[in-house]
């Protein structure tokens, strides 16, 4: 599967973004999806994950409340919606995907998702 990241861009502390991730090559209903992200000198983080059906979800404590992932397997899409954006938000994001799960499975161990995006950057200034 291909995954293409998209709707990263800058915008001021408090404000709002939705990330975009479009699979193609394979029907998105196969695979547990995650976002991460990257900061300037510093490692992949894990930042939110979604099961195959959409049914579970989990995120890293800082996001919690402000950030929501949710998926469209019609579109074969995966979106993050982030909201009440803060300075130290400012990363690359990237999505993930990992196949061979059970339905109700979400993974949030960057080495264990199999393909990934190109990143999209998110700048948030104070």
């Known amino acids: 599967v291909q995954l293409q990241a998209s709707g990263g861009g800058l915008v001021q502390a408090g404000g709002s973004l939705r990330l975009s991730c479009v699979a193609s090559?394979?029907?998105?209903?196969?695979?547990?999806m995650g976002w991460f992200r990257q900061a300037p000198g510093k490692e992949q983080r894990f930042v939110a994950a979604?099961?195959?059906?959409?049914?579970?979800?989990d995120y890293t404590d800082s996001v919690k409340g402000r950030f929501t992932i949710h998926r469209d397997n019609a579109k074969n899409t995966v979106y993050l919606q982030m909201n009440s954006l803060k300075p130290e938000d400012t990363a690359v994001y990237y999505c993930?995907?990992?196949?061979?799960?059970?339905?109700?499975?979400?993974?949030?161990?960057?080495?264990?998702?199999?393909?990934w995006g190109q990143g999209t950057l998110v700048t948030v200034s104070s």
């Open positions: 979604i099961s195959r059906s959409g049914g579970n979800t």
């Open positions: 090559g394979r029907t998105l209903s196969s695979y547990a």
């Open positions: 993930a995907a990992r196949g061979q799960t059970l339905t109700g499975s979400i993974y949030t161990a960057l080495g264990t998702y199999n393909y």
